[in-house]
């Protein structure tokens, strides 16, 4: 005799629609979140228990359109899926893996991220629900804001860089350059408030060390190619 299972009966994510086709009006809700992905690839880049999407769409119930953050970080699931990788997140295909993280970018059409969103966050079991508002600051509004689900609701966390201890990261707003843009960015810190380096940082850093020591080695008088 057959066995009903549901699952086999709800669509996978290559039948879903992968986003709401809605665009970005800000390039800054791309580049912020691809900032954060860039570094979680250096930092964890042994570890193959993570994924972080951006502009990607959450489905976590079949009755429900898709939800699609700006950026996003699960921690359990594969981080690779196939060679073409995932067009959404379903929660029925990732075994119910809820997203520990939501980071929405505040846009200049301003989009319920205080409200609608984070009442749906909720629901869906986000632990970690993250505002930035890079542009401007709303009345009663921090630039930054980390709001931590307890007992199904919200709290706002205190502090500068805010430490997230189920996901092992921390995360503040700093000045720097990405992309040749200097701006204020949002950054991963350690556990003692160390900020975790970019790709562009560490590649600037050796490349300078590599002219470090060709200029020693002129100064003995030595040739690099011979070495």
């Not at 898709?66 to 929660?91: K, M, N, T, W």
């Amino acid at each position: 005799m057959l066995k009903y299972n549901r699952l086999d009966c709800l669509p996978s994510s290559e039948e879903l629609p992968s986003s709401d086709d809605t665009p970005v009006d800000n390039e800054l809700q791309v580049l912020i979140p691809s900032l954060l992905s860039a570094v979680l690839a250096l930092i964890w880049q042994n570890r193959e228990d993570w994924f972080f999407g951006i502009n990607m769409g959450v489905y976590y119930d079949l009755a429900k359109p898709a939800i699609v953050p700006d950026g996003f970080l699960s921690l359990g699931v594969e981080r690779f899926v196939g060679e073409q990788g995932r067009l959404c997140y379903v929660l029925w295909d990732e075994d119910g893996v809820v997203p520990s993280l939501v980071l929405e970018i505040v846009s200049k059409t301003y989009n319920a991220e205080y409200e609608q969103k984070k009442f749906d966050y909720a629901q869906m079991g986000v632990l970690y629900y993250i505002v930035y508002a890079p542009t401007r600051q709303r009345r009663r509004r921090q630039r930054l804001e980390v709001h931590r689900l307890v007992n199904g609701e919200y709290v706002l966390q205190s502090g500068d860089i805010i430490w997230m201890p189920e996901i092992g990261l921390g995360i503040g707003r700093e000045r720097g350059t990405y992309q040749a843009f200097t701006r204020e960015w949002l950054y991963w810190y350690d556990e003692n408030g160390n900020r975790y380096k970019t790709p562009e940082e560490i590649a600037r850093e050796s490349q300078q060390q590599l002219q470090d020591l060709l200029a020693k080695l002129e100064e003995r008088g030595i040739d690099p190619n011979t070495l």
